[in-house]
């Protein structure tokens, strides 16, 4: 993570609405006098995810009303073509595994690049310094575009192409997910843990009738693993 310079006084959030980019949101509203958020809609099979984003979103107001008017607005890309292009198990109808290059199924080639350059163009012309993702490494789940060095790469190839200062801040990086629940308690207390438990969506195949104290979710794939043992990690530290 980049040190935030005294003179970056807003943000554009990546913003998928699951606990992550929920968490990164919250941390940006406590740091920068204007946050915008940018979700992308690259064809999930699962259109509770954009849902979730806009539920987030408004609920944020109310679980931290000191930073409500520092939010602004959301912007939502249409990248259906580029996800069609991967053909995973998050844009097609297959199964969650690990697949022939050892990498799982739900990888989705080259998505982080994309949507931190559709993000860069984006906030060169909202006028706004940084950039926020909720890639973690700590966590890793098989996504290279994840990676520490990956995010650095691509600040500094952003950084050339647009010859402007392009900071991409990843608050998560170096977090396990038992550390990502104990910020956003630290930054919101209950009524953000709350409202990311209830209404933030991460799990793969998109399950919102089955409800477990970490949230909703199927409770088997790689999504849902990592949310429920991050919780039980945390709750047991509390």
Known sequence: MTETSSDQTSALVLFSGGQDSATCLAWALERYARVETVGFDYGQRHAVEMAARLRVRDGMAIALPAFADRLGP???VDLTGFGAIGETALTTDRAIEIGARG???TFVPG???VFLSVAAALADRRGLDVLVGG???T???GYPDCRRDTIDAM???LTLGLDKPVPIETPLMALTKAQTWALADR???AALVDLIVEESHTCYRGDRAHRHAWGYGCGECPACDLRAAGWAEWTAER
Request: glycine share 10%.
């Open 139 to 141: 966590d890793f789940s």
């Open 155 to 157: 600040s500094r190839a």
């Open 111 to 113: 998505r982080n690049l």
């Open 103 to 105: 990498l799982p199924t």
């Open 74 to 76: 959301d912007h939502v």
């Open 135 to 137: 890639m973690c490494e």
């Open 187 to 189: 930054i919101g207390g």
